[in-house]
């Protein structure tokens, strides 16, 4: 169970005003943490960061990681134990826009916090979180293990493939003595509190809150969805067990392992694998009035693979880790968010309080199916 290793913990996160890093820095200061966040800005209007009023809740830092020196600073003024980086350009759009502020942010973005690491003595664990998008996509049926090839067609993917290999070569190169680092690899995420652009659930719910039919670019594209909580968990319990690799194997861990340079992939059970019109429809329950339309224009163009999926035994033998919930409770849980949201009159400690409730619940979930992390 990784509640007592955060409590009272100093933890720095990039990219905390984000969808991933508002989540994050939630359930941090949930469990007890001191976090401070360093990000460029709040990616949206309307966010999960801003709905939460989290910017009161901890060391709110604004700051670019392409900027050396700046991200160094931040972190050795906060002097943390724990690093969490998830700061990056998202958008796999946005990356054929600005393919080299993609490349700078992710790729050297990732070098940047890593040197700053070095820099920090005060750091004991990190966690690079990168994406499900860092592999070579072949179009398998079958799921990507983290011994297979990195790759990226597009810029965002590219630069998620850079991140890793840089991440790995400083492990070797700078870290073998510690701090105690891994990589993490996740897909399309959902919940509530997303409102990023040309992603399928904000715009559902953007569509759902005006009123107006979503439109649907590409309909049958299958995704490894989860909900944010999900890989979330994985960051959490990884960085407790970097946090410590000298104590053995966790209770309840059936393998023996070393968690130190490594790269685990965390993604929803290998049935959970829908289309974005599965999404669509499962969403159209919770809403009443809710409209879709195909878009079949929307699709031309641009590259994006339509078949991704990850294969999460590594995280299983070696973490005891697996998602909690199927895909109907990942879909009740993020419709319920926006509901709350929209029609029940949003105060950022009501959403504080809603937010924290979905994480109780989350973890009492995972209890309750016997996960090693939530005991
Ligand atoms: N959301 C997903 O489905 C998904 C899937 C796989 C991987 N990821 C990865 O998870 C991480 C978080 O994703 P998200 O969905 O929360 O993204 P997001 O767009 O909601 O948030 C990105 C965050 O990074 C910050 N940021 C961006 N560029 C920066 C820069 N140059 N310097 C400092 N801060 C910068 C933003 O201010 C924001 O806080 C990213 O690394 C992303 O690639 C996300």
């Known amino acids: 169970m990784f509640a007592d290793t955060y409590a009272g913990r100093r933890v720095f996160l990039t990219g905390h005003t984000g969808f991933k890093g508002s989540w994050l820095s939630a359930w941090l200061l949930a469990l007890g943490a001191r976090a401070a966040g360093f990000s460029l800005g709040v990616p949206t209007t309307p ?85 499900d998008k860092c592999y070579r996509n072949d179009e398998w049926v079958w799921g990507y293990r983290e011994t297979d090839h990195l790759g990226g067609a597009d810029p965002y993917s590219a630069s998620k493939g850079c991140a890793e290999i840089i991440a790995h070569s400083y492990f070797q190169s700078f870290f073998a003595q510690g701090p105690a680092c891994a990589t993490v690899r996740a897909g399309n995420v959902i919940g509530g509190g997303d409102w990023a652009a040309d992603r399928i659930v904000p715009d559902c719910a953007r569509a759902w809150a005006a009123q107006t039919p979503v439109s649907i670019r590409s309909p ?35 393998a023996s392992f070393d968690p130190r340079g490594q790269a685990y992939n965390f993604g929803p059970a290998a049935d959970v694998n829908n289309t974005v019109a599965e999404v669509v429809e499962a969403l159209a329950l919770h809403w009443p009035g809710f409209r879709s339309e ?26 005891s880790w697996k998602a909690t919930l199927n895909f109907e409770e990942t879909i009740r849980y993020t419709a319920e968010w926006y509901s709350r949201y929209y029609t029940g009159g949003a105060t950022p400690a009501g959403m504080w309080d809603y937010t924290q409730g979905q994480i109780t619940a989350y973890a009492g979930a995972a209890a309750q199916r016997g996960l090693v992390w939530a005991r």
């Not at 979330?232 to 410590?244: K, Q, T």
Request: net charge neutral.
């Open 47 to 131: 966010s999960h960061f801003e709905a939460l009023g989290l910017a009161a809740r901890m060391d709110d830092l604004r700051g670019d990681i392409r900027d050396r020196a700046a991200v160094t600073a931040a972190m050795r003024a906060f002097a943390p134990e724990v690093v969490f980086h998830l700061a990056a350009q998202a958008l796999v759009r946005r990356s054929y826009e600005d393919p080299a502020g993609t490349i700078e942010s992710n790729a050297l973005g990732t070098m940047n916090v890593l040197e700053a690491v070095r820099a920090c003595p005060s750091v004991r664990a990190v966690v690079v979180i990168t994406s």
């Open 220 to 254: 049958w594209a299958t995704r490894p969805w989860q909900h944010v909580l999900e890989p979330l968990s994985g960051y959490l319990w990884l960085g407790a067990r970097l946090l410590d690799t000298n104590a053995g194997l966790p209770a309840g861990a059936t």
């Open 294 to 319: 195909m878009d079949a224009a929307g699709q031309a163009g641009r590259k994006e693979c339509t078949l991704l999926k990850l294969c999460c035994d590594k995280s299983l033998a070696e973490l």
